[in-house]
């Protein structure tokens, strides 16, 4: 038998939920609040604005829908199907943040707060989700398959993102490792850096762009669905040892860039979740590059 669709429902804790479970009550959160300049009904409103858009959409779902809601923290504990249907509710972060969990089911991005979300990613109202979730489940429904970047290491470890992969030391102290790309005759050069970024067109309006503009970089920024990835790395070091010949480049699938432990312990993560990461020893080694799975975002 045919499971019915399922709706499932993505959030996170409010900042208001934090700092009243921080503090301990209302009174306290707002009394922390003031002693630093900030009036906390800038917050609670926030907060209102968040959990109504949550109910609007809760009620929404099909009558004849499974449903389930998923905070952002459980989300590596979440067993996903194929019948569901994404609905994410909130920021532009939290639609990568679930992305890497994902195989295929098309995802609905609702905006808790216009105007102050970017709305790249979310990029519909609450009000539209009666409209938008049958739609979704709808077979030839059109969506963006949006690019992501993975990384995989010789012990059969795997990563993958929405936005990029960082690859380098836990605290972003000295990273050292050997790097290499596909297609280059073997050459490789041994880097003392603060790591290694591998980013995506969706990445290309957050941290990516922010080191292809700090660079100064010709490099052209891909675009989200473009099968093409930009790498650039951070501070890298000159010495006897250690080189800075290959500092930044594209990756067009299916080249990858390869890179060798030369330290204790590195670590890879993805879209700034760095509690969930691949970690690297001495003489492991990753390889970065295009993901074979892509993003279906509801356009």
């Avoid at 929404?60 to 499974?66: D, F, H, I, K, N």
């Avoid at 996903?80 to 969990?101: I, M, R, S």
């Avoid at 989700?129 to 690019?147: K, R, S, V």
């Avoid at 250690?242 to 204790?264: C, K, Y």
């Amino acid at each position: 038998m045919t499971l019915a669709p399922r709706a499932v429902l993505v959030h996170r804790t409010t900042e208001y939920e934090e700092l009243v479970a921080r503090h301990g009550t209302h009174g306290q959160a707002a009394f922390f609040l003031s002693s630093r300049g900030r009036d906390i009904e800038e917050v609670v409103a926030r907060h209102r604005r968040a959990r109504e858009a949550l109910a609007e959409v809760t009620a929404a779902v099909p009558l004849t829908w499974r449903q389930a809601r998923v905070e952002r923290a459980d989300l590596d504990r979440f067993l996903f199907g194929p019948e569901d249907v994404v609905v994410v509710v909130g920021q532009d972060g939290l639609v990568a943040n679930v992305a890497k969990y994902l195989a295929g089911q098309p995802v609905v991005g609702i905006d808790t707060d216009p105007g102050r979300n970017p709305g790249v990613l979310v990029r519909h109202r609450a009000r539209d989700a009666a409209t938008l979730l049958p739609a979704a489940f709808a077979q030839g429904t059109g969506a963006d398959e949006l690019t992501m970047v993975e990384a995989v290491a010789d012990d059969t470890q795997r990563i993958v993102a929405l936005n990029e992969i960082y690859l380098g030391a836990a605290g972003h102290q000295t990273a050292r490792y050997r790097l290499g790309l596909d297609g280059d005759g073997g050459v490789v050069e041994a880097q003392a850096s603060s790591g290694v970024l591998v980013g995506t067109g969706t990445g290309a309006t957050g941290w990516l762009r922010s080191v292809w503009q700090e660079r100064g970089s010709a490099l052209a920024l891909p675009g989200p669905t473009e099968n093409r990835l930009l790498w650039f790395v951070r501070e890298a070091w000159p010495s006897p040892v250690t080189g800075t010949s290959l500092v930044a480049g594209e990756l067009a699938a299916p080249a990858s860039l390869r890179l060798t432990v030369e330290s204790e312990r590195l670590i890879a993560f993805g879209d700034g979740m760095e509690r969930d990461s691949v970690e690297l020893t001495w003489g492991q080694s990753v390889r970065v590059g295009v993901c074979g799975e892509r993003l279906r975002l509801v356009g």
